[in-house]
């Protein structure tokens, strides 16, 4: 069955490092989200992508943030210079475009700044 | 984000009896709804949805009930299983073209005795 992948599974970075996340959606979705998830708090929507354009983005997603589709198979979440509030599991979905059943999640990366 | 609640952090149930989960939304926009189950160090991974124009689905031991006047839905598991003990996660949608974000509620966390 296919799988959404995400790497690495943990990054732990210096306050005010850039990281990159990466993800590998499903092969035939299009739609593609992130989310994140600090300890003991809600899974909180961060961004939604499609056709190589943000199509919503949350408050969380400010300038720190970026997303990037660099090739057909990857979907990436840059955060610039990280921030001690940045530590959580981020997680990534995928949807497919015509069969709008669900979003399949990742196994979510932790990031943990320091 | 207050939209979804889930007000029970947590339930103990004897395994072979029913596990009844509850979830509220406010926002009358939404209309599908999802729940998704959540083992440490993994992903959230899709369990069962309902849309707006139905009030009841089932698939196996799972049954979501909608009550829309009410803005509450619920999670029944007959029986429950040893393996059914994990973060369960309410969700709701607004659906239409283009990607929608998941709005969740903050997880309960079932306990199956044996």
């Known amino acids: 069955e296919p799988e959404v992948t995400q790497t690495p599974s943990h990054q732990v970075t210096q306050m005010g490092q850039e990281v990159i996340l990466r993800c590998v959606p499903i092969s035939n979705h299009l739609y593609f989200y992130w989310y994140r998830q600090i300890l003991g708090q809600k899974v909180e929507f961060l961004v939604s992508?499609?056709?190589?354009?943000?199509?919503?983005k949350s408050e969380i997603f400010d300038d720190q943030f970026s997303v990037e589709r660099p090739d057909g198979s990857n979907f990436t979440l840059k955060i610039r210079s990280t921030k001690l509030e940045d530590s959580a599991m981020y997680f990534c979905a995928s949807e497919n475009l015509q069969w709008r059943d669900t979003q399949y999640f990742g196994p979510g990366t932790r990031l943990t700044v320091l | 984000d207050q939209q979804v609640k889930q007000n029970s952090p947590s339930l103990s149930v004897q395994e072979g009896r029913i596990s009844i989960l509850n979830c509220d939304y406010t926002n009358s926009m939404f209309d599908y709804f999802l729940w998704y189950k959540k083992y440490p160090a993994e992903g959230p991974t899709f369990l069962i949805s309902i849309s707006s124009i139905k009030d009841k689905n089932e698939d196996g031991r799972f049954t979501v009930f909608l009550n829309k006047s009410a803005k509450h839905l619920s999670l029944h598991i007959v029986p429950s299983q040893p393996g059914d003990s994990a973060v369960y996660f309410c969700?709701?949608?607004?659906?239409?073209?283009?990607?929608?974000?998941?709005?969740f509620g903050a997880g309960t966390t079932v306990t199956v005795r044996a």
């Open positions: 969700a709701a949608q607004r659906r239409g073209i283009g990607p929608y974000k998941l709005s």
């Open positions: 992508f499609y056709n190589n354009e943000i199509s919503e």
